[in-house]
C-alpha cells in the first residue's frame, strides 16, 4: 500500500513543499512507494512553488482510511489533522514544532522533531549524502519551504543551519536567493481573490488557552495594506467563521514581513483583554502593532494568555 505523506490543514509552503521533497526521497532512494498528499488547497504562495518548479499539486484528501500508512510532516497536532488520525498505521512523524501530544500510532515509529525553523531542513539532514541526488525541481521545493518558513531568515526561529542548508540549495540552483524571496512573498501577499471567511482560514491554526478555543490566524505579507484595509469585514466575519469551526474568537495578526511587526485586530474585549495580558500592548482602537512579531510558533503561541 502507498504510503501517504501530509503535513496539516491550511497547508502553506512547508506543509505542501515537505511532502512531495520526502516522497522523492523514498521513492526515489530508500525505494517505498509514497505519495504526497494535502489537506486542504495550498496557499498562493506555495501554489506559486508548484508552477515556479513544475511541480504536480498532490492530491487534496479529506481523511485517511483506518490502517492506511501516513507519515506526518510539519505537524504533530491532531486537531491539524484528518478525523480518525489515530486509526491510521503512522509510521513517522518528522517536524519542528513543540510536542503536543494526542496521537496514538500502531506501534514504535520513527519521530524526528528538531528546533529548526523548516521540517525541509530537517529532511535535508536526513538525507545525508543523497540530498545531492534531489533534482533541481526538489531542492527548490526544499529551498521554497525554508525561505518561507523563515521569512527569509528574518523570523526568530531561523537558526544558523537554516541558512547554511538555504545557501548550499541557492547555490547549486544557481539563484539569487533574495530576488526568489521577493517572488515568493509577492505571491503569498496576493489575497484579492479570497474572502474574508478565506482569509481567516488560510494559514490558521487552533488552540486552547485559559480555557478559550482560539483559532490563531496569520497572514504574512509584504502588503500589509490589503489586508487591513479590510479590516472591518474581516472582523465582521470572524463571528460567523468562529461559530463554524467551533471556536470561541479567531485572533488575525497581520504580520508585515519588510518592517518586522505584526498587527493584530482588535474586534472586541476579549481580544484587547488578550493582546494586553499576552503583549504588554495597549490598544486605543481595533488593532495594535506588535512590534517585532514575526513567528506564530515562537511569540504569539507561547504567550498567549486570557
Known sequence: MTLQIFGHKSPDTDSTGSPIVWSWYLNEVKGIAAAPKLLGEPNTEAAFVLKRWNLDKPEIIDGVDAGAPVVIVDTNNPAELPDGINDADIQAIIDHHKLVGGLETKGPIDIMIRPLACTATIMYDLMGDDAAKMPEAI??????????????????????????????????????????????????????????????????????????????????????????DRKDSLMASMVDVAA??????????????????????????????????SFGATVTGDTVVLPGVMSRKKQIIPVLTV
Open 139 to 228: 531542492k527548490g521545493a526544499a529551498l521554497s519551504c525554508i525561505l518561507s518558513d523563515t521569512l527569509e531568515f528574518r523570523s526568530p526561529t531561523t537558526t544558523d543551519h537554516d541558512r547554511a542548508v538555504a545557501q548550499k540549495l541557492a547555490d547549486d540552483l544557481g539563484i539569487d536567493m533574495a530576488a526568489y524571496a521577493a517572488d515568493l512573498f509577492e505571491a503569498k501577499s496576493d489575497v484579492s481573490a479570497f474572502s474574508d471567511a478565506e482569509l481567516l482560514r488560510m494559514d490558521s491554526k487552533e488552540y486552547e488557552v485559559g480555557g478559550k478555543q482560539f483559532r490563531v490566524s496569520v497572514l504574512e505579507t509584504t502588503a500589509p495594506k490589503i489586508v487591513l
Open 244 to 277: 463554524e469551526d467551533g471556536a470561541d474568537q479567531v485572533l488575525l495578526f497581520v504580520v508585515d514581513i519588510l518592517n518586522e511587526e505584526a498587527t493584530l485586530l482588535v474586534p472586541n474585549d476579549l481580544v484587547e483583554s488578550v493582546a494586553e495580558k
